[in-house]
């Protein structure tokens, strides 16, 4: 095996993921849709969602299965501006894409669409669904709950998922305000990162069952499957620094992905059941709001890209060049990475190889073969 990057379009990665999907059953129009969503991940530079999670979270869960790699999207309620949805235990990718589609086109329509997805699965980037509603001169917004991760402040048991509260806006300027990130200090995906590069986890994003900041990437990892380990929510530890703000808006988001759907939530979605691998069963929800219910979308474009540009010409701390606004430095990443490809570390090459060999594909060649 290989012992350095090498770099793939994103093209060449989309060619093996979707024969991989298709392998293990996943229809090809929707092996498409997982493919794609996964390696915007990395084009977008959010290296803990991409690619490197094919094997683990996706290939893996199926052979236990925990996945349905056929995805039965069942329509339970609906009404004209909302609609409630059950995957069925089906690639989240699908059920997500599916269920944010039912908002735009409820929004185009009424102003406002909502649907509510239960018994789903891990979607990947949350950032990718928002992006649907802000392409089509929408606001969009997406929440997901996800395995018990975040302790609540004060606490040290890992009660929340790291539940996005994420955003998609359009502006006038080549790419839109997407705020897609985590309600803790950092993610599980960040983690794993950690410890496939053999590095550490910065003290202050995890405490242990002493109250204490952890940094062993591995253990950290083991031990947030035993539960006793916790992420720190945005604004850290205790309240000092305002860790019940990032507390209060993972409880915000858990609401919305569960109790809204009448699906599972907190330790319900643990993975385990009698002491066995099970389904996760997660729960999302997708809000496109039409702004021309509004005002004229290119006015909004206007005064959203104004409030931006202001923002990043603002007074710079000393030392610092440049100031960015959500969804900047994902623009650069993309232009940048569509040029000079994906690099995939050694660790993502050995996932891709056992893939390879385990499902007979014969028809890709890796640099590294």
Same mark, same amino acid.
């Given at each position: 095996?290989?012992?350095?990057?090498?770099?793939?379009? +994103?093209?060449?990665?989309?060619?093996?993921?979707?024969?991989?999907?298709?392998?293990?059953?996943?229809?090809?129009?929707?092996?498409?849709?997982?493919?794609?969503?996964?390696?915007?991940?990395?084009?977008?530079?959010?290296?803990?969602?991409?690619?490197?999670?094919?094997?683990?979270?996706?290939?893996?869960?199926?052979?236990?299965?925990?996945?349905?790699?056929?995805?039965?999207?069942?329509?339970?309620?609906?009404?004209?501006?909302?609609?409630?949805?059950? &995957?069925?235990?089906?690639?989240?990718?699908?059920?997500?894409?599916?269920?944010?589609?039912?908002?735009?086109?409820?929004?185009?329509?009424?102003?406002?669409?909502?649907?509510?997805?239960?018994?789903?699965?891990?979607?990947?980037?949350?950032?990718?669904?928002?992006?649907? +509603?802000?392409?089509?001169?929408?606001?969009?917004?997406?929440?997901?709950?996800?395995?018990?991760?975040?302790?609540?402040?004060?606490?040290?048991?890992?009660?929340?998922?790291?539940?996005?509260?994420?955003?998609?806006?359009?502006?006038?300027?080549?790419?839109?305000? $997407?705020?897609?990130?985590?309600?803790?200090?950092? @993610?599980?995906?960040?983690?794993?990162?950690?410890?496939?590069?053999? @590095?550490?986890?910065?003290?202050?994003?995890?405490?242990?069952?002493?109250?204490?900041?952890?940094?062993?990437?591995?253990?950290?990892?083991?031990?947030?499957?035993?539960?006793?380990?916790?992420? $720190?929510? $945005?604004?850290?530890?205790?309240?000092?620094?305002?860790?019940?703000? &990032?507390?209060?808006?993972?409880?915000?988001?858990?609401?919305?992905?569960?109790?809204? @759907?009448?699906?599972?939530?907190?330790?319900?979605?643990? &993975?385990?059941?009698?002491?066995?691998?099970?389904?996760?069963?997660?729960?999302?929800?997708?809000?496109?709001?039409?702004?021309?219910?509004?005002?004229?979308?290119?006015?909004?474009?206007?005064?959203?890209?104004?409030?931006?540009?202001?923002?990043?010409?603002?007074?710079?701390?000393?030392?610092?060049?440049?100031?960015?606004?959500?969804?900047?430095?994902?623009?650069?990443?993309?232009?940048?990475?569509?040029?000079?490809?994906?690099?995939?570390?050694?660790?993502? @090459?050995?996932?891709?190889?056992?893939?390879?060999?385990?499902?007979?594909?014969?028809? $890709?060649?890796?640099?590294?073969?």
């Amino acid at each position: 095996m290989s012992e350095k990057n090498y770099n793939l379009s +994103a093209a060449f990665l989309a060619e093996f993921m979707i024969k991989v999907f298709q392998r293990i059953g996943v229809p090809k129009s929707e092996a498409k849709i997982c493919a794609e969503i996964l390696i915007e991940s990395d084009l977008r530079g959010i290296d803990s969602h991409g690619i490197n999670r094919l094997k683990p979270i996706y290939y893996d869960r199926y052979k236990l299965g925990i996945l349905n790699t056929k995805t039965n999207f069942e329509i339970v309620k609906q009404t004209s501006t909302t609609a409630v949805v059950d &995957g069925h235990n089906g690639m989240g990718f699908v059920v997500a894409k599916k269920c944010m589609d039912m908002a735009i086109k409820k929004a185009k329509k009424y102003g406002l669409g909502m649907v509510v997805a239960r018994n789903s699965t891990h979607f990947g980037i949350a950032g990718y669904y928002a992006t649907m +509603a802000s392409d089509e001169g929408m606001i969009g917004q997406v929440t997901t709950n996800a395995r018990p991760s975040i302790a609540p402040t004060f606490g040290v048991e890992n009660m929340l998922g790291t539940n996005p509260l994420t955003f998609g806006i359009p502006t006038d300027e080549p790419f839109p305000f $997407v705020l897609d990130c985590a309600t803790s200090v950092t @993610q599980r995906g960040k983690i794993e990162y950690y410890e496939r590069t053999n @590095q550490p986890t910065p003290p202050g994003l995890v405490i242990g069952r002493d109250g204490k900041t952890m940094t062993d990437s591995a253990q950290i990892l083991k031990d947030l499957v035993k539960g006793t380990a916790a992420l $720190v929510p $945005v604004g850290g530890i205790g309240d000092e620094t305002g860790g019940y703000k &990032g507390y209060g808006y993972a409880t915000v988001v858990e609401i919305l992905s569960s109790a809204l @759907q009448s699906g599972n939530f907190l330790w319900g979605l643990s &993975g385990i059941k009698d002491g066995k691998p099970a389904p996760i069963e997660l729960g999302h929800s997708f809000l496109a709001i039409n702004i021309e219910a509004f005002v004229d979308v290119e006015i909004f474009k206007k005064n959203t890209g104004e409030v931006l540009r202001a923002l990043r010409a603002s007074a710079k701390a000393p030392g610092q060049n440049r100031i960015y606004t959500a969804g900047e430095k994902e623009y650069i990443a993309r232009q940048e990475r569509e040029k000079n490809g994906i690099t995939l570390p050694p660790s993502v @090459q050995k996932d891709f190889s056992i893939m390879k060999k385990e499902l007979g594909i014969r028809t $890709v060649k890796f640099p590294w073969d």
